[in-house]
């Protein structure tokens, strides 16, 4: 069951008729260094609103950067979860923010990721869990970032590994989730046809922007919900115009895809 304030932000989040979401995340600082974005980061975030996004993931310190009305027609989830580039496990994510503290900001909902398969599993299925009850509490919607990357998995992008790791997502209270796909448009209709919650698939970030847009295409077209583009994004020459054409493939509008 879905209660009312729930029900509320998932429908500011959902606002669009498509019942497709473009989401930026814009949460790479802690993990990679400071961004393209370093010091504009409130004319960014103007920027992907006028352009079309449904929402932008932050950090909670990003947040308090930012003026309240760049959120009148742009949804915002706080990303609960941090590691950096720097550590010796990378993919060791940990909380560093709570579900109490990200309504505290204004938040619409939060975000989790999760790396299945790395060396610190188990606590972060954990963390993801207490999470998931903590937004059942306070009427958040959690979308759970899910990739498949560690030790034990030897293709990140083999459609069954994929489907366990938005299985788990599903299976312990998101109500959406994030991840790399396969490139296969069928291989992708398999895996969203068996998740019961809308699979968001992840931008990425290659050096050929039309490979990109194909990639994402394909995606789309597979069943899945939406997209989740930040880098691909923020690292463009004109990020507006990038994420008008994202919009234009999430919200199905075909000729404002093409270049």
């Not at 504009?40 to 950067?65: N, Q």
């Not at 505290?104 to 790396?115: C, E, K, M």
Request: include cysteine.
């Amino acid at each position: 069951m879905i209660n009312f304030a729930r029900s509320v932000r998932l429908q500011h989040l959902y606002r669009r008729d498509s019942g497709r979401l473009l989401i930026v995340p814009l949460d790479h600082p802690i993990s990679v260094g400071p961004a393209a974005h370093s010091g504009h980061l409130d004319r960014l975030v103007g920027t992907i609103a006028d352009a079309g996004a449904d929402a932008v993931v932050l950090h909670k310190g990003a947040v308090r950067r930012l003026r309240p009305h760049r959120f009148r027609e742009l949804s915002l989830l706080v990303h609960l979860s941090a590691s950096t580039g720097l550590a010796g496990d990378p993919d060791a994510k940990y909380l560093v923010c709570g579900v109490e503290e990200a309504l505290r900001l204004g938040a619409h909902g939060v975000s989790v990721h999760v790396n299945v398969g790395s060396a610190t599993e188990e606590r972060q299925i954990a963390d993801l869990a207490a999470v998931a009850d903590a937004c059942d509490r306070w009427g958040l919607p959690l979308l759970a970032m899910v990739y498949a990357r560690g030790p034990a998995v030897p293709d990140p992008h083999a459609p069954d590994v994929v489907a366990h790791a938005v299985t788990i997502a599903a299976e312990l209270g998101a109500d959406l989730v994030k991840t790399a796909l396969p490139s296969s448009s069928g291989e992708v209709t398999a895996i969203t046809a068996a998740c019961p919650i809308p699979v968001i698939a992840a931008g990425g970030a290659s050096a050929d922007p039309e490979e990109t847009f194909e990639q994402l295409l394909s995606a789309v077209h597979g069943g899945a919900g939406g997209v989740a583009a930040g880098r691909f994004v923020f690292t463009a020459d004109d990020p507006g115009e990038r994420v008008r054409r994202l919009s234009a493939l999430v919200h199905g509008r075909p000729a404002a895809v093409a270049r």
